[in-house]
């Protein structure tokens, strides 16, 4: 019995932690737009390009295809909240 606010507690915090899909596009477009040499696209433009697409364990892939700089944008959001940037060539 002693042990079950403690387990609620943990439930709860783990809860709070979760990163929905609009958090997760913020998150990817606050990176982004701090990038120097990012996208060619910026504001509400790049906002509404994200996709977000949910991963196991909560983490999102936010994606951007940028046709005019010829590349691949992708923000990995971790449900913390951090994130990690890479992009890539787009083939063809």
């Known amino acids: ?3 079950i ?5 943990a ?4 809860s709070c932690s979760q990163v929905a899909p609009d958090d997760a596009r ?3 477009y606050e990176h982004l737009s701090g990038v120097q ?3 060619s696209l910026t504001g509400n433009e790049l906002l509404r390009a994200l ?4 991963q196991d364990n909560g983490v999102y892939l936010v ?3 940028d046709e005019e700089r010829g590349l691949m944008w ?3 959001v971790q449900p913390s909240g951090q994130s990690e940037i890479t992009r890539m060539a787009i083939d063809g």
């Open 37 to 39: 040499d990012g996208p």
């Open 5 to 9: 606010p403690a387990i609620l507690l």
């Open 26 to 28: 913020r998150i990817a």
């Open 63 to 65: 994606e951007l295809r």
């Open 11 to 14: 439930i709860l915090l783990a």
């Open 1 to 3: 019995m002693r042990y």
């Open 51 to 54: 996709v977000a697409t949910r």
């Open 74 to 76: 992708a923000v990995i």
